[in-house]
């Protein structure tokens, strides 16, 4: 069989086979964390920030001892930062924590109900980690003129939601995230709202270069199944991407010929 | 970087939580201290990264706002 190789996903000008980003939430433990992500076969791997426990849990194996640095291009993230001071903070934390790693992932939240992301503080946020060397990935609306401000900015990546973070319900406005794909020069990455399989491909279709998910994989009844399908769907999206779909008709078209038929 | 000269005991913020400290305990003392030596942690006081290298010459002072973090699962 001829394979067709694709060109690999180009983040801050480091190069990834895999275009499924996966985070580290929601999984009941380590271990079935460690198996999905694997079965993902993703390559970069996002975490969240947190005080340490004091007390009795402090030294007990950690979440960077199932996903190690040595295998994984782990991506901090900004998860529960509602300002762009504890946006930066965390980030420069991460860094210490990672010894110099400068690829994060920035999202500044607006609420705590819609977890949508506050622009604003976004582009502030982005502005000073840039100025502080950060390769920056930034979550935020679908908003192409915010994601166009952001590239221009220099920001690594364009990280539109598809839908709230954790709602699962799949690309709400896939027009705008079309026009923010054709727009950008810098990769354009599906950030929240992947509910299955189905909406994994259809980021893909659209000509995204990647799609980051969470919840999908670790709330689903099979986490490892579902990390299976993803890793499938990202790449058959994908591929129906450069392969070009078919116009869509009005009418229909037969696809065997008419000459030959026995009532002809 | 100042010279150690504290002498008397520290009450610092702690993740969030008041803590009473030994006289002249560094912020390596302190990690020690929790049991969170040789872990993957990042040190933060008052909102100034203190790098790993250099907690050991780093001393706490009264009313010092220490955040140490580590990663946990997220998205």
């Given at each position: 069989m001829t394979s067709h190789p694709d060109t690999p996903l180009t983040v801050a000008g480091r190069e990834f086979d895999s275009r499924l980003l996966i985070g580290t939430g929601k999984y009941r433990d380590f271990a079935q964390a460690g198996a999905a992500i694997r079965e993902s076969e993703a390559n970069i791997v996002t975490f969240a920030v947190r005080r340490t426990h004091l007390?009795?849990?402090?030294?007990e194996p950690g979440l960077l001892d199932t996903v190690s640095p040595e295998h994984y291009t782990l991506l901090p993230n900004t998860a529960g930062c509602y300002s762009a001071k504890d946006a930066v903070r965390t980030c420069r934390l991460a860094r210490e924590l990672l010894d110099g790693h400068s690829l994060v992932k920035l999202e500044v939240l607006g609420?705590?109900?819609?977890?949508?992301?506050?622009v604003t503080e976004t582009l502030k946020a982005a502005q000073t980690l840039l100025d502080d060397g950060f390769d920056v990935m930034v979550y935020t609306s679908d908003d192409p003129i915010v994601a166009r401000e952001l590239e221009a900015m220099g920001c690594a990546a364009i990280m539109p939601l598809?839908?709230?973070?954790?709602?699962?319900?799949?690309?709400?406005n896939p027009y705008n995230v079309r026009l923010i794909v054709e727009q950008s020069r810098v990769p354009v990455l599906v950030d929240a709202?992947?509910?299955t399989a189905s909406d994994a491909a259809m980021a893909m279709e659209l000509g995204c270069d990647g799609v980051l998910l969470n919840s999908a994989i670790a709330h689903a009844d099979d986490p490892v199944r579902m990390a299976r399908a993803m890793q499938q769907a990202v790449r058959a999206g994908r591929n129906a991407f450069i392969a070009g779909r078919m116009p869509r008709r009005q009418s229909a078209s037969p696809s065997s010929p008419l000459a030959g038929r026995i009532n002809g | 970087m100042t010279a150690m000269t504290a002498t008397t005991e520290a009450a610092i913020q702690l993740n969030g939580e008041s803590r009473a400290l030994a006289p002249d305990t560094s912020a390596a003392d302190l990690v020690e201290q929790l049991g969170l030596?040789?872990?993957?942690i990042a040190v933060e006081i008052n909102e100034e990264i203190v790098p790993r290298s250099r907690l050991a010459e780093t001393p706490l002072a009264d009313g010092d706002q220490v955040e140490i973090v580590h990663a946990i699962g997220g998205g």
């Open positions: 007390g009795e849990a402090a030294g609420d705590e109900n819609t977890l949508y992301p506050n598809g839908s709230l973070i954790g709602s699962g319900q799949g690309i709400q709202g992947i509910g | 030596g040789g872990q993957r």
